[in-house]
């Protein structure tokens, strides 16, 4: 496995080779990351994973700062999981001037949900991933699920751009004991590590009053919103919506239930697709 922090440099070592399979991290790898990399490596393709951790989808007030840089311990795993190529530039190499031009979704997927408590971070996504998929020029690519709306948006950037990529979602990754497998899960003390299976329990609850009375989606919403403000958490959302576009569902429509909640100083995201 090659580790390579040049633009220049990853490009040379791709060659007129087939088309990769790209697996974007951020970093502080975990098992569903590597995951995402093993489903990369049965594709047949070469498999790059990048390392880099975007200021353009953090918030002044979030933590750009604190977020785990963990290069030596990923490359480890990565080479583990069969990883060909590791992607680790830093912020000159992908930003060596202000990045001035940059890529927004649709409000009606990237401003609600997710782009509502976090205004811009989907614009940070989509331009981060679209300056990677033109340095790495990828066949296929390879986003988790646990990140639902993100692989929506990017769905649909590589749809509207004609992007000959085919995007790949994987499934959400879980700890034995059911929480989904997070790079943040690392703030949870112990006692709030414990209490973050709350937060798929609601999801759980949502799915099964709603699966009983399908019009019942605003209310269980509610339910489990109070539930979690009960036990101390900062809720932002627990919605139910069509997984098509994260609209609201018409009829019978495969449908997922998201949630984001702080518990502490930890913001936890998750979802179950019914």
Known sequence: MHVIHRIAELREALGTGPRPAFVPT??????????????????????????????????????????PRTLPRDSELLAGAGCDFVFAPDEAEMYPAPQAYKVAPPAALGDILEGHFRPGFFTGVCTVVMKLFQIVQPGLALFGKKDYQQLRVIEGMVRDFAMPIEVHGGETVRADDGLALSSRNGYLSASERGEALMLRRQLLAVVEAVRADPGRSTAAEQAAMQALQA???????????????????????????????KLGHTRLIDNLEF
């Open 231 to 261: 036990q101390g958490w900062q809720p932002d959302y627990v919605a139910v919506r069509r997984r098509s576009d994260l609209l609201a569902p018409q009829g019978d429509e495969a449908r997922v239930v998201l949630a984001a909640a």
């Open 26 to 67: 951020m970093g502080n790898l975990h098992e569903g990351h590597l995951a995402l990399v093993r489903q990369a490596r049965a594709s047949g393709r070469p498999v790059v994973a990048s390392i880099f951790v975007n200021r353009l989808q953090f918030a002044p007030h979030e933590d750009f700062d604190r977020y």
